[in-house]
């Protein structure tokens, strides 16, 4: 992509609106423009992250064996009185009437939807476990939007479903996806920590949140050190193993790590001083275990292996993409700017050409730019003739992890320098070598 024809609308100014760095970061280069109150269109460098973070979590629900879907935005009241959460769910909900008079809402999650779904065509324990998902944008009315996509009122969710014949299997299945948001997490560059959570609205006796820290998180949260070093499951864990997914559970839930709502101080107290970490975090996966709490309301049900019908046992798994964007940044920036973790990079590599117009700058930028477009990597192509200082400031900013700088004198003599966002490191490399050592 050359600089030329993207649109970055980078702000000089810092926003005043924004409180918090991430908010003002994504505003300054361009990632997002508020529409209104908790409301954001995501721009062409942040609908770059946003897909990003989506794809590995596609990728990690695909492995565990997660099947996607998509479900409508707009929901009807009906199938939310069957569960009878229309009248409980409150002021959150944005409820909507369409012209015949019918009471619609938009929805903020989908345990009715989907359970609907489920009972429409499966009716054997044969064809179970079964889980659904699908990303799509819900709404809430959050009293207090703020901070940008952390809590916006319309965002993106990765919402999915497990269904189950009986406790026991339900809960390999709660296993599965606590497997897989450790691999997610890890994958998008950021530490996220189980904590035992409440499950409000939802529902349901077994939860965990996945927080990441960060001094400007909304939650105060309490974990033993242990959790810092953890080592994640790798790509070949294996979903179908039971007792190896549960054993990977016990191991992260072990050490104290709860949020302020579930805290217990005498426990946390009572550990060594060196070991306890009180902080802050945000919270960006939320998993629940809720047995029948639809399926039994929702007449969800299947025949088990003894002829009888029993409610399904379900549970849902879900992870903000649009926080997770912002939330990143929180985790991963510095003065100049954002550092994006390789692998959610809006691009791979930064292309500044110091003096466009100049013969030799051209041509070494545009063998470059051909060079590692041809080996695969994603390069944003400084190519507009703006002042050197202004592209490095803007190039920080945007925070992609390489740089390759093209000035005259370097071009005439056969050098660029490579520049590394995260630790500032630079060095002269000939011309020649520059596509090879990025990729
Ligand atoms: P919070 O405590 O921040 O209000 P929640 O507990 O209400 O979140 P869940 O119902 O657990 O949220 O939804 C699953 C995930 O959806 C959250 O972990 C978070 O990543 C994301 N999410 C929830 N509300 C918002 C929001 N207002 N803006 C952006 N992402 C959100
Ligand atoms: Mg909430
Ligand atoms: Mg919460
Ligand atoms: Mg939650």
Redesign the pocket.
Known sequence: MRMSRFFLPILKETPKEAEIVSHRLMLRAGMIRQQAAGSYSFLPLGKRVLDKVCAIIREEQNRAGANEILMPTIQSADLWRESGRYDDYGKEMLRIEDRHGRDMLFGP?NEEMVTDIFRSSVRSYKDLPLNLYHIQWKF?D?VRPRFG?????E?L?KDAYSFDIDYESSKTAYDRMFVAYLRTFQRLGVKAIPMRADT?P?GGELSHEFLILASTG?SGVFLHRDYLEMETPGEGVDFNDAAGLAKVVETWTTPYAATEDMHEAGTFDALPEADRIAARGI????IFHFGTKYSEPMNAVVTGPDGKDTPVFMGSY???P??LVAAIIEASHDEAGIIWPKSVAPFDVGLINMKPGDADCDAACEAIYAGLTAAGQDVLYDDEDTRAGAKFATMDLIGLPMQVIVGPRGAKSGEAELKNRATGERTAVPLAEIVGRLS
Do not use: W, Y
């Not at 996509?149 to 009122?153: A, D, G, I, N």
């Not at 919270?283 to 939320?286: A, C, D, F, M």
């Open positions: 999650t809430r959050e996509v952390l809590r916006s009122r965002f969710m409000g939802i909304e919270e960006v996966g939320h879900g992870i903000g649009s926080r």
